[in-house]
């Protein structure tokens, strides 16, 4: 039998015994549906293919934890977004260690309040703010 035939779970035996080839089918399996899932976190295509890749990794480092009898996919897709998240935690935390590193205090003033901005004004701000912020 041709190894892209295999099921899930005799690819994940084989990915056990440390067999390369198995293990390349069941990523090659799953890898649009892991790029799905890792593109809607991330954004972008190149940091997604970044997290498909770490989250494989985790994968096989956790495989002889996985249930054979629960399906693959839903599992999988679970670290998927688990990694998208701490990758996204850890870019926040690296960003914002980064801009207090380069960050000059002299000539700080505070900012001027505008006393014009109409409700439609403010409520246009408060929109353009990062998803974080509301």
């Known amino acids: 039998m041709n190894v892209n035939e295999r099921s899930d779970r005799e690819l994940i035996a084989g990915g056990l015994e440390g067999k390369l080839n198995f293990r390349e089918v069941l990523y090659k399996r799953y890898f649009s549906y892991a790029m799905s899932i890792a593109v809607r976190y ?26 054979v009898d629960k399906p693959f996919k839903p599992w999988y897709g679970r670290i998927v977004v688990n990694t998208a ?6 870019k926040k935390k ?11 205090y002299e000539d700080i003033k505070d900012p001027e309040i505008e006393m014009t901005l109409t409700v439609n004004d403010i409520l246009a701000l408060f929109s353009r703010l990062p998803e974080i912020y509301s």
């Open 42 to 67: 991330t954004g972008n295509r190149n940091e997604a293919i970044e997290v498909v890749n770490d989250s494989f990794m985790k994968v096989l480092d956790k495989l002889e934890d996985y249930n």
């Open 85 to 90: 998240i701490d990758g996204f935690r850890k």
């Open 94 to 104: 690296d960003d914002i260690l980064m801009s207090s590193d380069n960050t000059v």
